[in-house]
């Protein structure tokens, strides 16, 4: 079974430039998300989508960044304008329902952002 | 709020050495809970986890159990390998909000020879 895939895998780019990253996740699974992960830090959810529709986008920061699942497949996030803090390693998880409830989620390899 | 809390890293380990990296969460509601590995230049992989107190996860010689009662979910392995040097995750999911993960910082293993 392939597992997620993401694209690029490294990106370089100056402040306010945009970016767009691209997410393909595991064939058959409804949700997919988006996680931010910080040096150091875990991974911070950004967005998830059910389907084609957003089920959570609390801690996306809507002035800049923005996602969508056309067809409930794949998915891209992109940031325009982006900020220095924005440098970070882009995760896109995706899940289906488990027969106990709880869904487990299967991660993409990332996308390693640098903004200079 | 849902949050995950691990101990302070690194962690430096020699070959066959036990291992026990401490996670400890707090919870509104009745969260399953989850150890992710990140090894060098690889994406998350699922460790191991359980989604009811008392429940034991098992996978690869680790090993981590549900408890309840002192909301911990503390990881253990009786002899690691140099191959165990990764970052290793703690996460809860909670299913009454929509199951997102809610990670600890994680803490990064290094195994000597």
């Known amino acids: 079974e392939a597992g997620v895939a993401q694209s690029p895998r490294y990106k370089i780019i100056e402040k306010r430039q945009s970016v767009a990253f691209w997410c393909n996740p595991i064939?058959?699974?409804?949700?997919l998300y988006w996680y931010q992960q910080i040096l150091g830090q875990g991974p911070k959810l950004l967005i998830q989508f059910q389907n084609n529709g957003v089920v959570d986008d609390s801690q996306l920061p809507k002035d800049r960044f923005s996602a969508e699942r056309l067809k409930g497949v794949d998915s891209t996030l992109k940031i325009q304008p982006a900020k220095l803090e924005d440098s970070a390693v882009y995760l896109c998880a995706s899940s289906s329902p488990g027969t106990t409830g709880t869904d487990t989620q299967y991660f993409g390899p990332g996308t390693r952002l640098t903004v200079l | 709020g849902n949050s995950v809390t691990q101990m302070e890293g690194p962690v430096t380990l020699s070959e066959e050495a036990f291992l026990t990296i401490n996670c400890t969460y707090t919870a509104t509601g009745y969260p399953s809970l989850f150890w992710y590995v990140q090894y060098p230049g690889e994406g998350l992989q699922l460790l191991l986890k359980?989604?009811?107190?008392?429940d034991k996860g098992s996978n690869k010689g680790f090993e981590a159990t549900y408890r309840k009662e002192t909301t911990s979910f503390h990881l253990e392995k009786g002899s690691v390998q140099v191959s165990d040097s990764a970052v290793y995750f703690c996460?809860?999911?909670?299913?009454?909000?929509?199951?997102?993960?809610?990670f600890g910082k994680g803490i990064t293993l290094s195994v000597r020879p």
């Open positions: 064939s058959g699974h409804a949700t």
């Open positions: 996460a809860l999911s909670d299913p009454g909000a929509n199951s997102k993960l809610t």
């Open positions: 359980a989604t009811k107190a008392d």
